[in-house]
């Protein structure tokens, strides 16, 4: 199996991904799947964190402040989630109401911004592409909100279609062309039993995996392009996680596939 492809893991914590376990500077993530009635509590000296409530109803609180009970859904195909940024350094603590899956996306970061609700109704949704590439994008922390490295965003890619396509990839500072940013993609599929593919490649060929993605896998892009398929009757969510040493979403399309853009 490609090292780039996780499987879940068994029990509350099911993926935990660091820079050190996955071979790079920025990112940090984790998936926690908590019962009605728990409660889990951390925190990061240097890092910022971005807490999205994929399902589920929770009381999240930070430092002095209570933010209430959040959870805006129960299954990420139902709607935008409610989320909460907390910059570093972070502390946080989830009270579940009910069954919580809630994602943990961290980066390297300092103070200067405030902890803030990011309410399931201020997360706007645009469609992207055009017949079998049309997929649905909400941006969850963008880069027009305050924060110091994180890029976060969810993408529903209905059954047959294509997602992160035409291929592109955002590996070099390359600025105003293209920015330089490690990834993360958290995949979901409704039916469960369903699947996707997701292929990550270079200009070079020195990286190119073809992956078959399963419900709840999480795929690593450290650099290249990567984009997905969601199988015929299968609809795909995926949450991502971007982060690198400027924060700014540039990327650059495959040359041999940029003419699927010509008007």
């Given amino acids: 199996m490609s090292k780039l492809l996780l499987r879940p893991d068994a029990g509350s914590l099911t993926h935990r991904v660091t820079p050190l376990s996955a071979g790079w500077t920025h990112i940090g993530f984790e998936v926690h799947k908590l019962a009605a009635g728990s409660r889990i509590q951390a925190g990061h000296q240097t890092r910022e964190a971005c807490l999205v409530l994929v399902s589920g109803k929770a009381r999240i609180k930070t430092g002095q402040q209570d933010f209430g009970v959040l959870g805006a859904r129960m299954s990420p195909f139902d709607g935008a989630p409610d989320s909460v940024y907390i910059p570093a350094p972070s502390e946080w ?15 390297p970061g300092g103070p200067g911004f405030s902890p803030r609700v990011i309410r399931a109704a201020d997360v706007a949704q645009e469609t ?15 880069e027009t909100a305050p924060a110091n490295a994180l890029l976060v965003v969810e993408v529903i890619t209905p059954g047959g279609h294509w997602s992160s396509y035409p291929p592109h990839k955002h590996d ?86 940029a003419w699927l853009k010509a008007p």
């Fill in 128 to 142: 992207r592409g055009t017949g079998t590439n049309t997929r649905y994008v909400r941006n969850i922390l963008p």
């Fill in 93 to 107: 603590t989830v009270e579940c109401e009910t069954d919580v899956e809630i994602a943990v996306c961290t980066a």
């Fill in 172 to 257: 070099t500072l390359d600025l105003p062309n293209e920015s330089a940013l490690e990834e993360t993609y958290y995949h979901q599929v409704k039916p469960a039993q369903g699947y996707a593919h997701q292929r990550v490649y270079t200009d070079d060929g020195t990286l190119d995996e073809a992956m078959t993605v399963r419900d709840r896998d999480v795929v690593l892009v450290p650099r290249g392009y990567h984009p997905v398929a969601a199988a015929h009757g299968y609809d795909l969510w995926y949450l991502n996680v971007m982060a690198g040493p400027v924060r700014t979403w540039k990327f650059r399309d495959d040359p041999a596939h």
